[in-house]
C-alpha cells in the first residue's frame, strides 16, 4: 500500500471511528499524513500560533505547510517575515528538492539534482507565494501588501508576530481573527516560547510559556508546539525525534504527534527510517 492509498485509509477508518469527528473539507493541509487524517486546524476563518523555543524548526514546519499549500492544494499564500525573499526561496528549495545548504551552495550537482534543482524552481516561481516584509509594518500594512482575499480560501503566515509594530495592542487577536473571518483565510502566527521553560525538569511547552504577544495567544482556536529532547540532552545526540503537540484545539481532539526533523533538508516526516 503506497502513502496516498493509506492516508486514505486512514480517512476511511477515521470516519467510522465512534468519535463521530468530521474533518472539514475546506481545510487546508500539512503534508504529513497521520496529522491530516486526524486533525484539520488551517480552516478558513481561524487563528492558529506555532511557537517553540529557538531553533526547534519553527519556521520549517511552517515553511513546509506553505508548499503544501501553495503547490498541491493551489492556494494563495503570503509570508510576514523578517528573512529576505531570497533566502525563503533557498529553503523552499532545500525542502522540495531534499538538498542541504552545503551542496545548493557547492554547485557540484549531478544532472538527475540539477534537473531536479529546475523543476523545484518553476514550481516555487509559478505558487501564488507573496512575501511581505515584516520589520516595522503593522497589521494594514501586512495586509496591504498580500494578495489575499480572492475567491480560494488563502493562508497567512506570520513569522514572529511580535514583530509587528502593533504586537503590543491588546486588540491584535481579536484583529487577526477578523481578518480571518473577513478574508476567508487561515491565519498562522508564529512566535517563542518563554526561556522559563528551560529552567525546569519538565522542559515541554507549556501554554503558559507562550508570553510574547499574549492576546494573540488567547484569541487563537489552535495552539501548537513544537519539542525536541536533544535540544536539551546533548547525551542522548541528534534523534531528530520532534513532539508536536495541540494544546488547544476549538474543534478537534487536543494531543501529540511524534515526528523526525531533518534539519539539513528541513523536512518533517513521521517516525521511521530517513533517507
Known amino acids: 500500500m503506497n502513502p496516498t ?83 525563503l526561496a533557498k529553503r523552499f528549495l532545500r525542502i522540495m528538492t531534499g538538498l542541504d545548504k552545503r551542496a545548493l551552495a557547492a554547485d557540484e ?13 518553476t514550481a516555487i516561481s509559478r505558487a501564488q507565494i507573496t512575501v511581505v516584509p515584516l520589520w516595522g509594518r503593522c497589521l494594514k500594512g501586512i495586509v496591504d501588501g498580500s494578495h489575499l482575499g480572492g475567491k480560494e480560501p488563502g493562508l497567512l503566515v506570520i513569522d514572529r508576530v511580535e514583530c509587528l509594530n502593533d504586537a503590543e495592542s491588546f486588540s491584535l487577536g481579536t484583529d487577526l481573527k477578523l481578518l480571518a473571518h473577513e478574508l476567508g483565510i487561515a491565519v498562522l502566527a508564529l512566535t517563542v516560547v518563554d ?10 511547552p507549556r501554554n503558559g510559556d507562550i508570553r510574547r504577544c499574549r492576546p494573540v495567544v488567547d484569541a487563537a482556536d489552535t495552539v501548537i508546539t513544537l519539542y525536541r529532547e536533544d535540544y536539551y540532552n546533548e547525551a542522548i545526540g541528534n534523534t531528530r525525534q520532534t513532539e508536536l503537540t495541540f494544546l488547544r484545539q476549538t474543534d478537534g481532539p487536543v494531543q501529540t504527534f511524534l515526528l523526525r526533523f531533518d534539519r539539513e533538508a528541513l523536512r518533517f516526516r513521521e517516525p521511521g527510517p530517513m533517507s
Open 5 to 87: 492509498q493509506q492516508f486514505v485509509a486512514a480517512l476511511e477508518r477515521l470516519a467510522d471511528g465512534p468519535t463521530g469527528w468530521q474533518l472539514p473539507r475546506d481545510a487546508l493541509l500539512t503534508g504529513i499524513p497521520t496529522i491530516d487524517a486526524t486533525v484539520r486546524f488551517l480552516r478558513p476563518g481561524t487563528l492558529t500560533v506555532l511557537a517553540a523555543r529557538p531553533a526547534m524548526g519553527t519556521s520549517a514546519f511552517a515553511q513546509n505547510i506553505i508548499l503544501e499549500a501553495a503547490l498541491n492544494a493551489h492556494a494563495p499564500v503570503s509570508i510576514a517575515a523578517t528573512d529576505p525573499s531570497l533566502y
Open 109 to 121: 550537482l549531478d544532472v538527475q539534482q540539477r534537473r531536479m534543482l529546475r523543476r523545484a524552481s
Open 195 to 204: 526561556p522559563m521553560a528551560d529552567d525546569r525538569d519538565d522542559n515541554h
